[in-house]
């Protein structure tokens, strides 16, 4: 009987000793076929997240380019756009001692290239009417001829310091860009830049022989060629007056000009 007992508790033990070692079997296998799906399905991941990377890439690049596009567009579209400032003696001013010597500070404006002068340097003849109603129309007409390159022009005239006391000259101003407008330059954009204030007191010391000028003149026929104007009439009287920069009784310093004439390209450009 005891001998019967003691058998029992062996089997008991064998029996208890294969279930533990099938259990064991059997995490492991489980472990290792775990292991085995992981590792199939991380190269599925990275795949995955390769192709993801890779099409970000391409948009990115995609907008870069459409970006370099548009930039070389703009600069195409500047180039072919030109600007012709026609004046008198503030125009040679503004030519020889502001962007002859600092260039624009327009993006894309480059003086020679997209962007003229036309005066007649020391000749005091540019201070008539007579010459911006001839050769001077003239000089623009030449410009924009020898130019094929640019397919838009926008002419710019400060014009009138030395006329703003002769009788009937506002009319004759008038008529003028009237005739610029709708026939000479018909197609191209018309600007007109109000005459600056002078410095009375330092004109009458300079010129005692010469006719007093006087500010108010210069009002009177600023006032009529913008009530003519409005819409492509750029005021600047009070403008100069703020920056008080002469470097004579008539004349502002050539960066004085350059600012100002850059300020309006760039509103031209709006």
């Known amino acids: 009987m005891k001998h019967n007992k003691r058998w029992e508790k062996v089997l008991w033990i064998i029996l208890f ?38 099409e970000e890439e391409s948009t990115t690049e995609e907008t870069e380019s459409e970006a370099e596009t548009e930039t070389e567009t703009e600069i195409i579209e500047t180039k072919n756009v030109g600007y012709i400032i026609i004046g008198d003696s503030h125009i040679v001013v503004t030519d020889g001692q502001g962007y002859s010597v600092q260039g624009s500070s327009v993006e894309g404006i480059i003086p020679n290239q997209n962007l003229f002068f036309v005066h007649t340097s020391l000749d005091p003849v540019m201070g008539t009417f007579e010459w911006l109603e001839g050769d001077g129309t003239d000089r623009i007409k030449e410009l924009i001829s020898g130019h094929s390159e640019i397919s838009h022009w926008n002419i710019i005239s ?52 010469l006719p007093a000028r006087s500010n108010q003149d210069i009002i009177t026929f600023n ?11 750029f005021n600047y009287y009070d403008w100069f007056l703020a920056h008080d920069s002469f470097q ?23």
């Not at 014009?159 to 003028?176: E, F, L, Q, R």
């Not at 006032?223 to 009439?233: G, H, L, R, T, V």
């Not at 009784?249 to 450009?269: L, N, W």
Request: aromatic share 10%; glycine share 4%.
């Open 248 to 270: 004579d009784e008539i004349h502002y310093t050539g960066a004085t000009y350059r600012e100002m004439f850059d300020e309006i390209i760039g509103k031209i450009q709006q």
């Open 17 to 54: 000793l294969t279930i533990t070692i099938l259990a064991f079997l059997v995490v492991v296998q489980c472990s290792k076929i775990i292991r085995e799906r992981t590792e199939q399905e991380e190269p599925e991941e990275t795949q995955e997240s390769t192709e993801a990377y890779t």
């Open 158 to 209: 400060m014009h009138g310091t030395s006329m703003v006391t002769m009788p009937n000259i506002i009319d004759k101003y008038i008529a003028n860009y009237k005739k610029w407008m709708e026939e000479t330059f018909l197609g191209c954009d018309i600007y007109i830049v109000s005459v600056p204030p002078l410095d009375e007191k330092e004109w009458v010391v300079r010129h005692p022989e």
């Open 223 to 233: 006032k009529a060629i913008e009530q003519a104007f409005p819409e492509c009439y």
